[in-house]
């Protein structure tokens, strides 16, 4: 399994236009092969502060999901409205232990 985080905090002025993007990523992504979860989360004590958080099957699926349409415009978009640089990472997750 594969885990993609990505961090970061949008300029105040395009606050809701990234919101509504990312949440309009959410349903094609998770309908796609390969995809097990995709979640987009603000972080209420950080105003601003944002995370992506997704588990994918293979690397295979994460690529061919970074050339989906929907994933190219919002890709696009997405660095002009950010402050500084996002932190995204993609982990290899050999084995998971449910507690």
């Known amino acids: 399994m594969y885990i993609i985080s990505g961090q970061f905090k949008v300029k105040?002025?395009?606050k809701d236009e990234l919101i509504k993007l990312s949440l309009a990523l959410i349903l094609p992504s998770e309908n796609e092969t390969g995809c097990i979860s995709y979640s987009f989360?603000?972080?209420k004590l950080k105003?601003?502060?944002?995370?992506?958080?997704e588990?994918?099957?293979?690397?295979?699926?994460?690529t061919q999901?970074?050339?989906k349409t929907y994933f190219k415009f919002f890709a696009k978009r997405f660095p002009?409205?950010?402050e500084g640089?996002?932190?995204i990472e993609i982990h290899e997750i050999k084995n998971t232990e449910i507690v």
């Not at 105003?47 to 958080?53: A, I, M, N, S, V």
């Open 12 to 14: 105040e002025q395009y």
């Open 41 to 43: 989360l603000e972080d």
């Open 47 to 53: 105003p601003g502060h944002f995370l992506f958080f």
């Open 55 to 62: 588990r994918w099957k293979t690397r295979q699926d994460i």
């Open 65 to 67: 999901h970074f050339e």
């Open 80 to 82: 002009d409205m950010i």
């Open 85 to 87: 640089e996002a932190i």
